[in-house]
């Protein structure tokens, strides 16, 4: 049996020794570094689909450009 997903579940990661938050709801999933707002999101509908590479791609070179 599993639970749905109807609110937000926030958990902390570290990758390379770097704290992050994983928030997963109900649209999609988002890293964030730890103490920041801005992360990377993906709709769960891209991820389905096919498109999680191009929108990775996509968000990855807004945020190049951003910077």
Do not use: C, Y
């Not at 999933?29 to 990377?40: D, F, I, N, S």
């Not at 999101?41 to 951003?66: F, H, I, M, P, Y």
């Amino acid at each position: 049996m599993t639970t749905k997903l109807d609110k937000s579940l926030k958990r902390e990661i570290s990758i390379e020794g770097e704290p992050f938050i994983v928030t997963i709801d109900p649209i999609g999933l988002k890293v964030t570094p730890k103490g920041k707002r801005k992360g990377h999101e993906l709709a769960w509908k891209d991820l389905v689909s096919g498109e999680a590479a191009l929108a990775v791609a996509l968000n990855a070179s807004v945020q190049q450009n951003r910077e």
